[in-house]
């Protein structure tokens, strides 16, 4: 009986703490209370399709920024990150319409803005733009490029939804695609080899045995001309000393299958790996 009575008294005092706020939980407070602004509401969300029919000059031929002015809002899921350093400062988020940029001046996103999470962002008083045809959200760039955001202001413009993880699949990719459409969404170019790969070459060499642009290589696949696409690979990427994949056995490049974010340069689809496991052999 006194150790029924004893663990009654335990169960007591422990919900009294549950309740009562103490410093400790101002100290640590939940992730959602770490990041983003919990005061966002999902009232005046478009989709981002909608969105680049609200601002169509992102696709023009000459690099441009613009401020949102209106009360708009898009939803969606992260499709990249920088995990393994290949996407700098800046990440995806695709909905059922499209993809678009993220562009913040901020390194480490991927500790809280992880592939599959849905979040809502807030546009007004952010700034969207074109880089080389390239949609992106961020803060005007010498007075009239995108370029990329403060990170205490996209701290306030910027909710995690509260649903659980979900990561987008990709569509199977072909050149062909309309690139206003689809640019920036999560593809999967099948049954494709690597034109460089020798049993040598890497993704992104440091030595400038491959031409470097921007701090990165572009690899071509074989029978895609270059002007086409690329797969576009930083120079700091985890992978970028990893060989491109080659059969030593029959002595010639591996057949896989490479998913990425199809980022465009103009007319030129770039291909971004995000990571390792996102190249598959075949077969």
Known sequence: MKAIKYLAFVAICMLAAACE?????????????????NSITDDNIVTIAQLKEIYPHVFGNIDAVFPIERDLKIKGRVTGNDLRGNIYKQFMVQDETGAIIIAVNESGISGYMAEGQEIIIDLKGLHIGGYRKQPEIGAPYN???????????????????????????PVDFDVKMDMEEHCAKLVTLKNVTFADADGKNTYAPGDNSAPIVGGCVNRTLTGIASSKLVVRTSTYAKFAANKLPYDEVNKKPRVVNITGIATRYNDTWQILIRKESDIEIVN
Request: no cysteine.
């Open 21 to 37: 706020k103490t410093e400790w939980d101002v100290i640590t407070p939940a992730p959602s209370e770490l990041y983003g602004n």
């Open 143 to 169: 007075g009239n490029s995108i370029g990329r955001m403060n990170k205490d202001v996209f701290q306030k413009h910027f909710k995690f939804t509260g649903s659980p993880i979900q990561p987008i699949q």
